[in-house]
Structure formats: C-alpha cells, structure tokens
C-alpha cells in the first residue's frame, strides 16, 4: 500500500487512483458494492503486480543469469497481465477475465518454476497466491470459482509429478539464483501486504457503510412512522372538523329557523325595532350556517370524502342556474358579476354540480378581497376539450386588479380579514380545493389586453379523453 501511496504521489494533483480502477471497471459492476469492491482489487493486482513482477526478469537479464527463450517467456507472461484492464472495459465479462488472469498467473509462476530449479526454484512461494487471487477475484459460490480451484490444484499436482518423476528439467546454476529468491520472496510479501491492506480498508468502508446504512434504515423508518402519524392527526382533525360541523348545524338550523318564525310575526306586528334585531339574528345565523358548510366541505375534500358524479353535458345549460345562485350571494350589492358562456362549447364530462361550486366560492372570495367593483366571467374551451373559466376584476375606474389565489383555509398575506366584507375567509382556498378535486387548477394569469386575472381550467373527464391524455 505504501508503494501504491508514493506512486500516486508522483500523478497530477486532482489525480484519484480509484478514478483510474474504476476507469476499466464497467458500470453495471460498480453499482453492487461487493462486485464493485472484487474489481478493484482485480484492477489493483493487475496494475502494480506486473510492476513487482517484472524487477526479477529485468534482473536476471541484467545481471546475465538468463537471457534466452525461457526469460523471454517468463517476461512477457507478466507483461500480459496489463492486456486484462482493457479487455474487462472493452468486453465487461468480469469472471471470464478474472478467469483468464489467474489462469495465466498460473502458468507464469509453474513456468519460472520449471525452467529455474523445478521444486527448488526462488519462485516456488508464488503457488501460494494462486487460491487466495481465486478467492478474491469471484463471488464465494458458484462454478466459475470451482473450476478454477481445480484446474490450479491440477496444475500443480502436474507440476510437481514432473519435478518427482525425473524428468528432465532445463539446466540452471540455482546458486546464482539466491539473490533472485530474496526478490522474489520480498515481492510476495509486497504483494500480499498490499492486497491484505487494501483487503482491510475496503472492509473497514464496507463496515462503515453498514453502519451508515443501518442509520439511514433506521431514520426511514422514523420519517414513516412520523408520516403515518401525520396522515392520522390530519384525518383524525378532518373527521373531528366534519363531526363538529354537523353538531353545530343542528342547532343553527333551530335558530335561524326560529328567527324566521319571529320575523314573520315581527312583520305582521309591524314591530319595526325587533325586526331589525330578528334580522340581524337570522342574517348572523344564515352567515353562521355558510360557513359551516364551507368548512365542512374542505374537510370533506381533505379526509378524501367527497364523491364525484360526472356527467355529460354543456356549460350553456348550467348557466342561468349559476347566475341565480351568484345573484343570491349576501352581501354583494356593490359588486356587479356578469357571466356568459359562448353555446359553442362543446360538451364535456364532469361534476357539472361542484363547477357551479367552484365558481361561486371563487366569485365570493374574489368579492371578499374588494369592497366594491365589476368581475367579468368569461368561458372558452381548449383544444384538448378543457373547460376554462377566465375572471377579471376591476374596480370602479375600470382598472383591472390582481387576484389573490389561496391554496389553504385562512391563508392571508395581512391582517385584515375578509368578514369584514362579508366573506368567510376560506371561499378561493375552498374552490381551490374543488377545482383539485376535478383535476383542474386556478391559476392566476395575464388576460390577451395585459389584465391581471384568474383561470379556473376544468379537464374533460370522459374515458375517451382520459386515454388520449395518457
């Protein structure tokens, strides 16, 4: 490891080795860690191994111990090691290329073997690293690694019948190779010391990243639970809103039932100072009663409880009824509302009935946001058969006025409340809520003459649409 260390040293700075391992490493590989970690020990071995190896035929021809064919063999066996990388990038056949490489270290080591002593050859400690590359390079199971395994003990087990039977062997002085045994057997040691510390930092990394894992395991965990939690308080406050709504409206209903009661008599008594009382009374407990129903409705939406019944139909036929229920809004004398819609628009299916929702809750919450003024309403449909719905405000002067879109219930930019206008405060976020509920939006945009205005868009749900849109 401390030569790998002192020869990065010498790279570029910004150089990182394992940019360079994982270089020849193919990507399907590096994203199993286990099969990652093997690569570069593949990679590593077959980077530095040939440099080690190769400082003991660059010896022996130095110093004249051995300059013919069997040097040469030994020299370029070694040197094929670094063909291996670049056939890995090239094919990304890992086992078969690990295959290959100990396949070949297996010839390497039994030919130096042969052709420099036989049995007492420096070389000899090298049959040692044939297993442990076997275990280091494959997975623990499977048949690659069986045969290998078998073929390396096969292979020394003909190496040393040769050695015992008396073959002939090919001369050599084995006493001028004592110093060739301290390199060779300095060059294992650096060999499995350097694999061994790598062995360990990858181990040390993978015990890490279990532990990171197993952390991150266990606040996923914790998020779920906290997830599940909220979802249970958020539908738990929609059913406690949604139950409560219905306790108050029975007495409501009482009330303002009861105060009509007394109005009527009132009127028949021409008792002009409890009249005005009794209307207060019954106009505070009709306000009362809307907003119960507004804030029952949004958690109906909320909790998921609020049934669609789509049909097939024109916006044409809806309209005088919208504009009756408009003109029926409280409050809105000093608003004038106009609304039209074109007979050219085709039919499309949808919950006509909670259209007519959404528009008149946006109508009064646009209405909520001005004391007085004129809000335009205009239909069109897109070309994908959409249903949009364009409001426009503008105040006395004609001026065209921004509108505020609310997404949540009570949400305000100020501290001035819309009741004071006559309003409840939660008319935009609850069409808001109906308009999602439809699979549409309200978005406020920019009208063709450069106005400030909303646009409530209402897709067709019919099957046929619903395909073409996927």
Not at 130 to 145: H, Q, S, T
Not at 343 to 364: M, N, P
Request: aromatic fraction near 10%; glycine fraction near 6%; charged fraction near 20%.
């Amino acid at each position: 490891m401390g030569l790998i260390m002192s020869l990065a040293k010498l790279l570029p700075d910004g150089f990182r080795l394992s940019n360079l391992l994982d270089y020849f490493i193919p990507a399907e590989m590096q994203v199993n860690a286990e099969t990652h970690r093997r690569a570069r020990m593949f990679m590593i071995s077959h980077v530095f191994g040939p440099i080690l190896g190769n400082t003991i035929p660059l010896y022996m021809a130095v110093t004249g111990i051995s300059r013919d064919y069997r040097l040469v063999v030994f020299f370029a066996s070694i040197v094929m090691f670094w063909i291996y990388p670049f056939a890995l990038r090239r094919t990304g056949r890992y086992q078969l290329i690990a295959f290959l490489s100990v396949q070949n270290l297996t010839f390497c080591v039994l030919w130096a073997c042969y052709a420099y002593g036989g049995t007492a050859s420096p070389f000899l400690p090298w049959i040692l690293i044939f297993p442990l590359l076997a275990f280091l390079y494959l997975p623990p199971k499977g048949a690659v690694r069986n045969i290998l395994l078998a073929q390396i003990f096969g292979s020394v087990a003909i190496f040393l019948a040769l050695c015992f039977s008396g073959w002939p062997l090919p001369p050599v002085d084995v006493d001028r190779l004592q110093v060739i045994g301290m390199i060779s057997m300095a060059s294992v040691a650096i060999y499995f010391a350097m694999m061994s510390l790598y062995f360990a930092k990858m181990f040390h990394e993978q015990r890490e990243f279990s532990r990171e894992l197993n952390s991150l395991v266990s606040t996923s965990d914790n998020l779920r639970n906290l997830t599940a939690a909220a979802y249970q308080a958020s539908a738990a406050k929609a059913d406690f809103v949604a139950g409560m709504s219905h306790e108050l409206r029975t007495p409501l209903n009482a009330i303002i039932g009861y105060s009509q009661l007394l109005l009527e008599e009132a009127e028949e008594e021409q008792d002009n100072a409890t009249l005005a009382d009794l209307k207060h009374v019954h106009k505070a407990g009709s306000d009362l009663l809307r907003l119960i129903d507004d804030i029952l409705a949004y958690s109906r939406i909320e909790a998921g409880k609020m049934p669609l019944n789509s049909t097939l139909d024109r916006a044409a036929n809806h309209i005088d009824s919208w504009r009756r229920e408009i003109g029926e809004m409280p409050a809105r004398d000093a608003y004038a509302i106009e609304l039209s819609a074109p007979d050219r628009i085709c039919e499309l299916q949808t919950d006509w009935r909670a259209v007519g929702a959404t528009i008149k809750h946006l109508v009064a919450g646009i209405a909520s946001q001005n004391q007085a003024g004129k809000l335009a309403i205009s239909m069109r449909q897109s070309p994908d058969r959409s249903l949009e719905v364009l409001f426009v405000d503008r105040a006395g002067d004609g001026v065209a006025r921004p509108i505020t879109i609310m997404q949540e219930m009570f949400e305000h930019s100020d501290d001035a409340s819309p009741t004071k206008y006559g309003a409840t405060g939660i008319e935009i976020a609850l069409a808001f809520k109906l308009a999602q509920l439809l699979g549409g939006v309200i978005a406020p945009v920019t009208a063709t003459d450069g106005s400030p205005a909303a646009l409530l868009l209402i897709p067709d749900l019919s099957p046929a649409q619903s395909e073409l849109a996927a």
